[in-house]
């Protein structure tokens, strides 16, 4: 069973820091992408990052480039948001999930945690 836990979320102020761990459980590293959603009130759920198990390549929304890294631990089954310079527009609702993009595909999702920024 795939399952996937969030952690670090709180409240902090603008201009501060978060760092996000998803664990991760159930599924190999093969044909994987792991990473984050966010959703704040009123607003239509974006992607944030990912990275790919396969090769550790990254993706990163235009919106929080230079500003967040993602990393993962192979060991640990654990994969990083490192959130820098936090604006209040990163006000949401973070989910951890995980894209099978082989056959068929499939994906999950963590419970979310919430990250509050103030002005």
């Known amino acids: 069973e795939v399952q996937l836990v969030e952690s670090g979320g709180g409240l902090v102020q603008a201009g501060g820091s978060l760092r996000l761990s998803c664990a991760t459980s159930?599924?190999?590293?093969?044909?994987?992408?792991i990473g984050w959603f966010r959703q704040a009130p009123g607003k239509e759920r974006e992607g944030v990052s990912s990275?790919?198990?396969?090769?550790?390549?990254?993706y990163y929304a235009d919106s929080v480039k230079g500003r967040f890294t993602i990393s993962r631990d192979n060991v640990k089954n654990t994969v990083f948001l490192q959130m820098d310079s936090l604006r209040p527009e990163d006000t949401a609702v973070y989910y951890c999930?995980?894209?099978?993009?082989?056959?068929?595909?499939?994906?999950?999702w963590g419970q979310g945690t919430q990250v509050t920024v103030s002005s």
């Open positions: 999930y995980a894209e099978y993009y082989g056959l068929p595909p499939n994906e999950y």
């Open positions: 159930g599924f190999t590293f093969d044909r994987y992408l």
């Open positions: 990275i790919n198990n396969d090769d550790g390549s990254t």
